[in-house]
């Protein structure tokens, strides 16, 4: 199908795209290449840009510079029927007065594919769906699972060069969302179709996406494998919206090496930590963990905090614990997940000592001499 | 049976009184001038008496039978056919404007397109009465089909607009992703469903201009001869019992059309997702 990935370049090209709305600027020159088969996000808050370049690659939005290749050719100057693209949207947007089959049709109807060829590609289509017995009902007769694979059809049947896909989940509410996000994985696996898929949720980004582009004001942030991202997020913005990481103020002694390694200080702790290069020697920085990596006893090199606990709630599984650290601004708080064991019976406005093992610490530096890390 | 239940009972029962008391005399003054209407219609009396001496289709038979009477109706269609086609493309076009582009001063534009409503009939005849003296177009046939436009403008503006915001923008963006041109999308999905929308503001526009028996005492100056106008002229001469026959034979279309339009938009509703 779409996804032919022994063809060579890729499905998806985007060159210096810039958008200006006036004296703001929604996208700041951005390059973007998507490889054949590829699951690609972009994430990000709303007002970062995602769905501009999304509706810009689909042909809605006319880009105030920057070149757009579709599986190589140049598609900058074609509307958008002429793009060949596929698209899905928040809520599917099924033609309401067409049958499911119908809506597949479409498409293929609009591109003057021979009667029979139609026919045949429309059941197929819904085969691969699982709606072969339900090719006749009306959208409305349809559960928000089945509208959403037959929107899913209707955008894969002829084959486009990138499935586009705008939110599709984000009126749902969270179980049905999740359950939808690996219908959609299924999908993916099965056929390989290229996709870029627009979301601000970041668990959704996570389990769907190959790969994953953060936005922010416009601009790319970061860009990595989900696993990558989340256990090394090369920026204080991604640690924070997209990992969830405690970010501790630090300063860089010495900036990682080739092995990715460094030296960093915090309250007068001096530690080896893996971190992203760059920064300079007395530099700021940030040091991040998860709140799962907290300990109340320290094992081997670790970083101490000191603090007082301000909230803890029992999730069940863990208890989710909010401390503030001593020596730092005095708004930050950090949280820590720790099990039942060692955590009931932490107090409310207790002193305590939280300890992070080296080997969860992450270090991004800042300011000049930091990379923006965008590689 | 304690005093307290006892007391409730009554009060139920005087209130169940009072409803049917209440709903009896309501139907009877709607439908009570209605049943002495349709009585009267099938009187074959030459004038108009109560109860009719003689029954029979005396009436139905003047109408039908006279030229003078069926061209007042025949006025009546195309007046109300041609600014009802007229006023649902314009109401239309301005529905998608209002409801699809970030046109500045939007609600103003649709407090306009609906003032025809509101303004007080009298007030609104006597306006454009005073406007059509000065471009010298009273009794014009032009100008009164202009003025049924502008006084069904509501309408279409009112229906058509709200079935056009209820229906996602994003239908037309996919139809254009799928390869559908922006016209194709337009009509054939934007249009396709805001049919039954438009087909209901079109069966009440027609009606009200039907109906309309004001402004055409301004503006059609004795020579544009409406059946409201007709009818008008004639009571002023005295009553001709024919009115009765034609009365029945309106609030049987009507009826008919109404059922129509209401059935329309219905429709309409069922096609949002």
């Known amino acids: 199908m779409t996804g032919d990935t022994s063809r060579g370049g890729s499905a998806l090209e985007i060159r210096g795209l810039r958008k200006e709305y006036g004296h703001s600027i929604a996208i700041h020159d951005l390059d973007l290449v998507v490889p054949h088969g590829e699951f690609l996000t972009l994430l990000g808050p709303s007002g970062s840009g995602k769905s501009t370049v999304l509706r810009t690659v689909a042909g809605f939005i006319e880009p105030t510079r920057g070149s757009l290749l579709l599986d190589g050719i140049d598609a900058s100057r074609l509307s958008p029927r002429n793009r060949n693209i596929g698209m899905v949207v928040q809520n599917y947007a099924l033609f309401p007065h067409l049958t499911a089959a119908e809506n597949i049709d479409y498409g293929l109807k609009m591109r003057g594919v021979a009667l029979a060829d139609r026919r045949a590609r429309v059941a197929e289509m819904l085969d691969l769906v699982g709606l072969a017995d339900l090719g006749k009902r009306k959208p409305r007769q349809l559960s928000g699972g089945q509208q959403q694979r037959v929107a899913l059809a209707r955008a894969l049947a002829y084959q486009p060069a990138v499935l586009l896909m705008d939110e599709p989940l984000g009126a749902l509410d969270r179980d049905l969302r999740m359950r939808m996000a690996e219908e959609i994985r299924e999908l993916h696996t099965k056929i390989r179709s290229t996709v870029l898929y627009v979301t601000h949720d970041r668990d959704e980004a996570m389990s769907l996406s190959d790969r994953i582009v953060i936005m922010r004001d416009g601009r790319i942030e970061a860009d990595g494998r989900p696993r990558d991202l989340y256990r090394q997020p090369p920026t204080r913005f991604t640690a924070r919206f997209f990992s969830s990481h405690n970010v501790v103020p630090a300063t860089v002694r010495e900036p990682a090496d080739d092995g990715g390694r460094g030296r960093a200080e915090y309250l007068g702790q001096s530690l080896r ?3 992203e290069p760059g920064g300079t020697p007395g530099s700021n920085a940030g040091l991040t963990f998860l709140p799962s990596a907290v300990r109340l006893t320290a094992t081997g090199d670790a970083l101490a905090i000191k603090g007082t606990v301000s909230a803890s709630v029992f999730m069940g599984e863990f208890v989710r614990v909010k401390f503030r650290p001593r020596g730092v601004a005095e708004s930050m708080e950090l949280e820590a997940q720790l099990s039942i064991d060692h955590a009931e019976d932490l107090l409310r406005s207790e002193e305590c000592e939280f300890f992070v093992p080296v080997d969860d610490l992450w270090l991004i530096p800042e300011g000049p001499g930091a990379t923006a890390s965008q590689s | 049976m304690s005093v307290r239940t006892e007391i409730a009972y009554r009060a139920r029962i005087a209130a169940r009184t009072l ?9 009877l003054l709607m439908l009570l001038p209605v049943a ?11 004038y108009l008496v109560f ?10 038979e003047a109408f039908l039978g006279s030229d003078e009477w069926l061209s007042a109706v025949g006025v009546s269609v195309t007046v109300a056919l041609l600014s009802t086609v007229l006023s649902t493309v314009i109401g239309t076009l301005a529905a998608y404007a209002i409801a699809r582009t970030d046109l500045p001063l939007k609600s103003a534009l649709t407090s306009l397109g609906v003032a025809p409503l509101v303004l007080p009939g009298v007030a609104y005849a006597m306006a454009l009465y005073v406007l059509y003296l000065r471009l010298d177009v009273v009794g014009s046939f032009t100008g009164v089909v202009l003025a049924y436009t502008a006084l069904t403008l509501p ?16 239908l037309e963006v996919v139809s254009m992703s799928l390869g559908a041109s922006r016209i194709r999308a337009m009509v054939g999905i934007t249009l ?25 005492n301004f503006l059609g100056s004795g020579q544009i001869i409406t059946l409201p106008k007709a009818i008008f002229d004639s009571v002023l001469t005295g009553i001709d019992p024919l009115i009765m026959a034609i009365a029945v034979i309106l609030m049987c279309l009507t009826g008919l059309v109404m059922t129509v339009g209401v059935r329309l938009r219905q429709l309409d509703q069922g096609n949002t997702p």
């Open chain 1, 273 to 275: 930590v893996a971190g």
């Open chain 2, 19 to 27: 409803r049917i008391g209440a709903g009896v005399s309501i139907a």
């Open chain 2, 36 to 46: 002495i209407v349709v009585v009267l219609s099938f009187s074959a009396d030459p």
């Open chain 2, 51 to 60: 109860p009719p001496a003689e029954w029979g289709l005396r009436q139905y």
């Open chain 2, 155 to 170: 309408f279409p503006m009112l229906i058509v607009t709200g079935a056009l915001t209820r229906l996602p923008a994003d």
């Open chain 2, 192 to 216: 396709r469903l805001l049919a039954p929308a438009i087909g209901a503001s079109m069966v009440f526009g027609f009606i009200y201009s039907f109906d309309e028996a004001t402004l055409i």
